[in-house]
Structures are given as C-alpha cells and as structure tokens.
C-alpha cells in the first residue's frame, strides 16, 4: 500500500489535482506550450466558447484529447483547456534576445528556412541582406523577408520580450559559426503606455573605478584633479544638469588580517542627481593610497567594480559608464585569495546586463615589467573591456619605463573623460563651450555613442517589438558578420538554484579529492545519494568511473545547442588532467556560482511569462555561454 500511495503522490500536484504530463517517461521536465495570438482558453475540452487570451504565455499541458491540451499556468492546477492549433511546443525554454544594434544592421527575419539559407549561402550574402533591409519595413509583395528587427533598443526590463526558439542548429557542428533559428514573438505583456510629448532628458553617470594600493597616489590624484577641473567646468552649463561623477576604490585583502588596508572596495561618491554636481569635490578629496602593501603584484579591481557596477544606483541614467585604473593585473577566479571568486569574463557580462560601457585605463610600470604582469594584465584588460559590435575600450599608458608616465596618465584621462563627456551634450544635444573635440575620438567611441544614443531613444518612445515576429534568422548579421542575436535559457528560480547546488556539490567533492583525484567520482555518487539528488546518475553497470559530470546536470541542460566544458568529463579524463588544469575546471564551477548568486539578487531581471505573479514561475536571461 506504501507503494501505491507513493505513486499516487508523485503523480498528484500540491492541491489534489494531476501532475502536468512529463517530456518523456522517467523524466522530470513538464510539457509546456507557449499561446498563439487569438488562442482561446475554455473551461472543458467540449466547447469552443472561452476567454481569449493573449498570445505567448506559457503553461503546463495536465492532459491531451483529441485535438485539445488541458492546459495551467503553475505545476499546480490546470485554468483551462486550448486547441492543440492554436499553441506553439516550448519545451526548452530556448529564447533569443537582440544584441546591441550599434556596429551592425537590423536582424531580417525570413519566412522560410530555406529562404535564410540562401541568404546566407548566397553570393553576397552582404550585399543581399543590404537589398533587403533599404526596403525597410515596407517590404515589396514579392520578398521573401517576413519581419525586420525594430530600428529601436528595447529595454527589457520595461517591455519583456519573447522571441522563443522553436527550432535551432548551428551552421558548424563545433559551435563556431552562426545558429539559424526559427522564432515566433511578441512583447510581454503587450505596452499600453503612450509615448510622453516631455521626454525625460538624457542623463549620464561617469565612476572611476580606481587602485588605491602602494604606488598609486600621483595617479590617484591626476584622477581627481582631472574631476574637479571638469566638474567646475561644466557645474553651471546645461549638460551640468545631466551628468555626474562617482568613484570607488579598491585594494588586495590579501592581507585582509591587517586593518591598515582598511578596504577590499568601498565608495567615495555616487552619481547622484539629487545633489548638486560639484559635491564630489568634497567627497573623493580623502581618496588616499594604502599604507601597507599587499601580497605580490597582482590587485583586485574585480572586487572594485563588483561593488560598482551592483551597489551604485544606475536606473536613472541612459549613459553609463564606468573607467577602470590600475597598474596591476587582476586576481581572477583562479587565485585563492580572490575576494569574490569571480572572473574577468564574469565582470564583463556583468556590466553588459547592466547596460554600462567599461573603459580600462592600464598603466604599463616599470614595476609591470619587472614582474613580468603588463602582458597578461593587457590581455586581462582588453577581455574585461570588450564592448558590443566594437574592439575593448582598453587605453594603455606607458611603455613599461617611468618617463612622463604621470603626465601621459593625466593627457589620457581627461581625453578620454572630455570624450565621454562629448558622447553625452551630442545625444541630449546640449552643445556647450564645455565639449571639445579633442580625446580619443574613433570607431570604438562612436559605437559607445550609438548604443548609448539608441538605449536612450528606445526608453524615451517606449520602444517595443510589433506585435508580430515570425521567421528564420541567423545569429549572426551577415552585413557586419557581428552577433544580431544570443541565444538564452530561461530559467525558474528552483531551477537556477538547483543547478547551483549540483556545482556546489561537484566543486567541494572536487576540492576534497584533490589529494586523491581518483575518487573524485566515488565520491560524488556518494555525495548526491546522500543528498537523495540524483543517487544513481554516475552508475554505468554499477562502476561509477564510467560515468560523466553531465549526468549530474540537471536534466533541462540536455539537447541545449552548446558544447558543455565540464558534461563530458570522466573519471579517466579527470585523472588525465594536471592539478593546474583540475584546478582551473574547479575555479570555473566556483565562478559560475558566484555569477547566479548575482542573477538571483537581481531582481529587476526576473519576469513572468505565464501572465501571473508567482515568483516561482518568473524567468531569467541565462545565456548559452553562463552554462557549465
């Protein structure tokens, strides 16, 4: 009777009523359906007479008959029942999001798959695609483009957007070149707002983020010099109004045991427009190098612009911006005394969710040269600093000997600040004696401008998708061959935190077995029995060393479209590896858990796609590459 009663449990929800029904047999995934436009929700699969609802809402399938799915927003309980027709299968959760249009062309959905493909095998695909988008949004009867991509930014977390992938392969079986993608997709939930006549003006925030170790006081203040000098120069002109200054500082805690390093980050001022410009003066005039210096050479500006790129208030500001100085390379996730186990690559994504344009100002040292740093740092720097569509906003100073270093810092930093500056009287057109052509005034700076410009009109008209977006597309723009559009899982709360827990079990199983590596997957198998987490998954005829590290991934990471680093790991791999290289895979894990640490914390980046306002049920953008 045990039994019985536990099979009717597992196939009950939590109020009595059926499960949704399972992708496969023995599974753990639910079925899921997305709705079309002018779907109809009846009370029973007898009647075609119910409540319409909005296209592209997701829900559970409870039951099939005949041509109709019992359908419900939460695992819970079924709220109806829909034609089969007027539904779309999602059961990968798969959904594509445009990339920064600045630097390439408007993404062209085709109508047919295989209309993309002669798109793209064509003999000019460039100079096709180019035909195509001059004709606009007003394509001629005969095209055989469906929909192009809105000439606007949206912003996401006004209007939500769906573009679910129905269906997806890579054009190169490693992953190397371009998705073709079939989309359906529409604005969730619909805007009802109207464009505003008083648009709210354009407003930008600069923070240095900046090394406050040993060695660092004549930059530290050139830094702050060059922010007086512009704050009083601006302070009482228009663009005065619309702009202000942060700074935060950071030092190494690999002494985190002496108090006189006082700080692994801290802030001295955010751009805050509720106080006049100028009162940074007062704010970063106690920004101080240490008195005590750290262990080795290497810094941690990664704890530094955590702190501000998530502790500073950016939501009322279109342009942002954040510049980095430095004279070391970063502890990444790799080094044990790093203070947030994050990586150059993590911090990059990271400012890129948050819509900001980090610049790196690195200082090439006599002291850089004598450790051997400045190369390593550099290519640190120019990965951290990667920006959309463009090369890395990465501005060396120096040449590895001490000549005029001080005066080439302070020419670079107020160029480069003179330029943003510029970058923001051209878009809120507040032209001022205050702006100068001179700086760094290149291809990079002008796509910066335009992504900010184009962020910026999206907010201001309230920029949405149209109603309708259906077809083929490739990732890749075949214009500029820069990415158009990424391919992100949406992932639920339990979902993420699941995934966590099962990187957490493999990074401590894998750190405790690193003086014997061979029973690393021994352990492992006992590690999730003894969690009741998948007990059997590393079992292969009863030897756990044939099994995979992918058989501990949650199930829903099966037939994505990427190459896992860790899936097809086993025992014998495993033992094949140096400890530097297990060591890497494991600081790779610990990164990763510490990126979802952030997802989870950033809570305007969740949304509902069932129309509801369960937090269980909302979504998070994880892209391909923020998988392990």
């Known amino acids: 009777m045990g039994s019985t009663l536990c099979g009717i449990i597992a196939l009950t929800g939590q109020h009595g009523f059926a499960a949704p029904l399972l992708q496969r047999a023995g599974g753990t995934l639910y079925q899921q359906i997305l709705t079309q436009p002018g779907a109809i929700i009846t009370p029973d699969e007898h009647t075609d007479q119910g409540t319409p609802s909005p ?191 942060g700074l935060v500082g950071f030092r190494d805690q690999s002494r985190k045991d002496d108090p006189r390093l006082e700080y692994a980050s801290k802030i001295f001022a955010t751009p805050d427009f509720t106080q006049s410009s100028d009162a940074i003066t007062s704010q970063i005039a106690s920004v101080n190098e240490a008195h005590v210096s750290s262990f080795g050479f290497d810094e ?90 463009t090369s890395s906003l990465y501005y060396p100073v120096g040449n590895g000997t001490s000549d005029n270093l001080t005066n080439d810092f302070n020419l670079v930093v107020r160029q480069l600040t003179q330029a943003i500056l510029t970058q923001a009287s051209h878009i809120s057109g507040q032209h001022g004696s205050q702006t100068t052509p001179e700086g760094p005034s290149n291809d990079r ?61 493999i990074l401590d199983q894998g750190e405790q077995s690193q003086l014997a590596p061979e029973q690393f997957f021994q352990r492992l198998q006992f590690a999730f029995a003894a969690s009741a987490r998948n007990p059997d998954a590393l079992s292969h005829d009863g030897d756990a060393a044939h099994g995979t590290l992918g058989s501990l991934l949650p199930e829903y990471l099966n037939g994505l479209p990427y190459r896992s680093r860790i899936a097809q790991l086993t025992q014998e791999r495993w033992n094949s590896l140096s400890a530097g290289e297990q060591d890497a895979i494991l600081s790779d894990l610990r990164a990763l858990i510490e990126r979802y640490k952030l997802y989870e914390s950033d809570t305007d980046g969740w949304h509902s796609i069932n129309g509801g306002n369960d937090e269980d049920e909302k979504v998070y953008s994880v892209g391909l590459d923020d998988l392990p």
């Open 55 to 245: 296209g592209f809402l997701a829900y559970y399938v409870f039951a099939r008959a005949n041509d109709k799915l019992q359908i419900g927003s939460t695992k819970d309980h079924p709220n109806g029942w829909i034609k089969a027709s007027q539904t779309l299968s999602w059961n990968h959760r798969l959904n594509a999001q445009f990339a920064p249009l600045a630097g390439r062309s408007r993404a062209i959905f085709m109508s047919t798959r295989q209309a993309e493909e002669n798109l793209l095998n064509g003999n000019d695909p460039a100079a096709d695609a180019r035909a195509i988008l001059s004709a606009g949004d007003h394509q001629p009867p005969n095209s055989q483009a469906a929909a192009l991509e809105p000439d606007a930014w949206i912003d996401q977390k006004k209007h939500f957007y769906l573009l679910p992938i129905l269906d997806a392969h890579n054009s190169e079986p490693d992953y190397t070149g371009a998705m073709l993608m079939h989309v359906a997709g529409a604005t969730l939930p619909p805007p009802h707002e109207q464009k505003s006549d008083a648009a709210p003006p354009f407003r930008a925030g600069l923070v240095f983020v900046i090394d406050t170790t040993q060695s660092m006081q004549p930059y530290i203040e050139q830094t702050r010099n060059a922010i007086n000098d512009i704050v009083s120069q601006i302070n009482n002109a228009p663009l005065g109004h619309n702009f202000r200054f």
């Open 300 to 389: 941690d500006p990664i704890a530094g612009l955590k702190t501000a790129i998530t502790d500073i208030d950016w939501s009322s500001m279109q342009g942002r911006y954040i510049i980095l100085v430095t004279d070391a390379g970063a502890r990444d996730e790799h080094n044990p005394l790093s203070s947030t186990h994050l990586g150059i690559t993590d911090l990059n994504r990271l400012a890129e969710k948050h819509d900001i344009a980090l610049f790196v100002i690195h200082l090439h040292t006599p002291a850089g040269k004598k450790f051997n740093d400045t190369d390593r740092a550099e290519a640190q720097y120019r990965t951290l600093s990667a920006f959309p569509n």
């Open 445 to 505: 700076m002008a796509i910066v401008e335009q992504a900010m410009r184009l962020r910026y009109i999206g907010q201001r008209d309230n920029a949405s998708l149209p109603p309708m977006i259906e077809g083929y597309v490739a990732s890749t723009d075949p214009v500029s061959n820069k990415t158009a559009l990424r391919v992100n899982l949406l992932m639920k709360r339990n979902e993420m935190n699941n995934l966590a827990s099962s990187l957490e079990t």
